[in-house]
């Protein structure tokens, strides 16, 4: 419950930021389109770098720990924008490196964060658990963007991301009232290396069946995701016109999507099978994408909430069934390791589709390059119909795959 209510409050005011750090480079320092992309590309950058050392960090030391040191890290990182806004300092390089240095922060809590939850509740609990986590995460979604839009109204973008930097103190908070203690790490044999460590978890995933294939599916997908946040700021306000004190209101209107999916994952697992829901959900991705790309200037924006959406439905179901799964069938002495390689994957294919975003809204213009991310995300699907999970109902726990010993 600590764990939950710290998060919600923490993802609350990482959606104002969501919505601010982008206005404030649009809005307030004019950035252009590959601008924009390129600080998208900086929010991410830290999975496809150091996500793997991470993880292997992560599984010789306390799980506890290193969150609460990320949460006070990010403070002092977010809190550093209004400040410099308010001394007349602030640039886009501070952006750029604010963005790269929070999102290492990120990538440790992160990999922490679903590496300690298997530690807090029983296997059979996952479920509802990441679908709790997943649902609080989505309503962030919704009211973030809209405490965002009236914070940019009343204190500017960058007064607003103040929210998100006392978010991290209350998240600070929460964790550190947690008393139930994680297993301590194995003990490391004598010629065990961080870079044997890192190999021990990239083998468990590449030999595993169903966990390469989930991986790939996430990773494309996320690749055209990329492309779209890093294109949807400037879509609204500089093709739709929508005025920058709105944009959170559009934004929290698809995160609707969100909560229903979370709120839905574990009846639908259960209705379908918890096989059928992962594909199913994953070729549900990019047809509403279509809408987004579809919208015009007045009534006609209304489609981009909507498209967002189905999307985010779609995605949230994903999303708490591959989690659960991958929590399930993996040891826990690999668990750090193996959500790191999964994520230096899946969030490393993510700056690369930001920076994509910029080239291609630059060279071909916004509205198209929405449509080639609409493309691209209709073949994320087919890696998870196209593998063992198409024949199942539900998904058995299968022999982890062996790991070599040096």
């Known amino acids: 419950m600590l764990l939950w209510g710290g998060q919600t409050v923490s993802e609350m005011g990482s959606a104002v930021t969501q919505v601010a750090l982008p206005l404030v480079a649009v809005v307030a320092l004019k950035a252009s389109t590959f601008q924009v992309g390129l600080l998208t590309a900086a929010t991410t950058a830290a999975f496809a770098l ?35 806004a308010a001394l007349g300092a602030l640039t886009m390089t501070q952006l750029y490196l604010v963005a790269l240095a929070a999102g290492v922060c990120t ?10 939850l298997p530690s807090l509740v029983r296997t059979e609990q996952l479920m509802d658990a990441n679908g709790k986590l997943g649902t609080t995460g ?29 978010s991290y103190a209350l998240s600070v908070a929460s964790v550190f009232g947690i008393r139930k203690r994680e297993e301590p790490p194995r003990a490391r044999r004598a010629d065990e290396t961080l870079r044997s460590q890192i190999a021990e978890g990239l083998r468990f995933v590449v ?60 009846r639908l697992a259960k209705r379908f099978g918890s096989a059928r829901i992962i594909w199913m959900s994953a070729l549900s991705f990019s ?15 209304l489609l981009v909430p909507l498209g967002w959406s189905i999307t985010y439905f779609a995605v949230m179901v ?42 291609l809204g630059t060279l071909i213009g916004v509205r198209p390059a929405l449509w080639v991310a609409v493309i691209g995300f209709s073949a994320a699907g087919w890696f998870v119909f ?6 199942l109902r539900d998904v058995p726990e299968p022999e982890p795959a062996p790991v070599a010993t040096s």
């Open 318 to 359: 994903y999303n708490i069934a591959q989690v659960s799964y991958r929590q399930s069938v993996t040891p826990p002495e690999l668990m750090g390791r193996m959500n790191a390689a999964v994520r230096w994957v899946v969030w490393g294919t993510m700056p690369i589709g930001g920076i994509l975003g910029g080239l």
């Open 50 to 84: 150091i996500a793997l050392p991470a993880g292997a960090l992560v599984d010789r030391g306390s799980k506890r720990s290193i969150m609460i040191v990320c949460d006070l890290l990010r403070l002092l990182l977010i809190g550093s924008l209004p400040l410099a």
């Open 287 to 301: 047809a509403p994408q279509a809408i987004v790309a579809a919208a015009w200037r007045g009534w006609g924006v």
């Open 386 to 391: 196209f593998s063992p999970l198409r024949h």
């Open 207 to 266: 030999h595993h069946k169903i966990l390469r294939r989930i991986v790939a599916c996430t990773g494309i997908s996320n690749l055209f995701s990329g492309m779209n946040t890093a294109l949807a700021m400037v879509f609204l306000i500089r093709v739709l016109h929508v005025r920058p004190a709105f944009t959170g209101l559009i934004m929290a209107g698809g995160a609707i999507g969100g909560i229903a999916g979370g709120m839905l994952a574990g």
């Open 138 to 166: 989505a309503f962030s979604q919704l009211g973030g963007p809209s405490l965002g839009s009236g914070l940019v109204a009343a204190f500017g973008a960058a007064g607003a991301m103040t929210a998100d930097a006392i």
């Open 107 to 116: 990538v440790f809590f992160d990999v922490s964060y679903q590496s300690y």
